[in-house]
């Protein structure tokens, strides 16, 4: 009894790792298209908003966590730019008396910025094994149509 191959994989690996690659290509195209349409008068999203944005549609709780952090960064570096100031415009006998403050606020800056790099790189690594599943999947689905075209290639010589 001839057996004849299955022509293609299931609909479900297929539709699953379609749907990883369409997310991956959405969400890059939306981190690379420029803000457009902006009404006259706003200044168009940076980079950060646009990534913003994108987690808050696929993952609201990390959107929570990246507002908090990049909020507590943002913070932190406006208070180390007072101190700094208040540091230059300082005579020599204020300067002594402005140095603890000026090295708290390096010291919570670096800790706010820390932990929000920390977090974008959970999240790359997260999408980074978010695509070599999607990459298996699809080198799966490659390999299961080579064997299917190879058994075809015999059937073709008999």
């Known amino acids: 009894m ?11 690996s297929v539709s699953g790792a379609l749907a990883i690659v369409i997310l991956v290509f959405a969400v890059a195209n939306a981190a690379a298209q420029p803000a457009t349409g902006q009404p006259s008068g706003t200044k168009p999203e940076s980079a950060a ?24 960064r943002d913070s932190s ?7 700094q100031e208040r540091y ?15 090295r708290a606020a390096r010291r919570k800056y670096a800790a706010d910025e820390l932990a929000f790099l920390d977090f974008l790189d959970e999240r790359d690594r997260k999408t ?3 695509y070599r599943g999607a990459i ?11 064997r ?3 058994e075809l290639r015999e059937l073709v010589k008999e």
């Open 136 to 146: 298996e999947q699809i080198n799966a689905t490659l390999a299961e149509r080579a």
């Open 2 to 12: 001839i057996r004849w191959p299955r022509l293609s994989p299931t609909p479900r």
């Open 77 to 83: 570096r406006t208070e180390l730019m007072r101190a």
């Open 128 to 130: 980074i094994e978010q």
């Open 49 to 72: 908003d646009v990534y913003g944005e994108m987690l808050r549609r696929t993952d609201p709780d990390a959107h929570a966590r990246y507002v908090r952090l990049r909020e507590a």
């Open 88 to 102: 230059r415009a300082g005579g020599p006998e204020l300067r002594a008396v402005g140095l603890p403050t000026l």
């Open 148 to 150: 299917a075209r190879e």
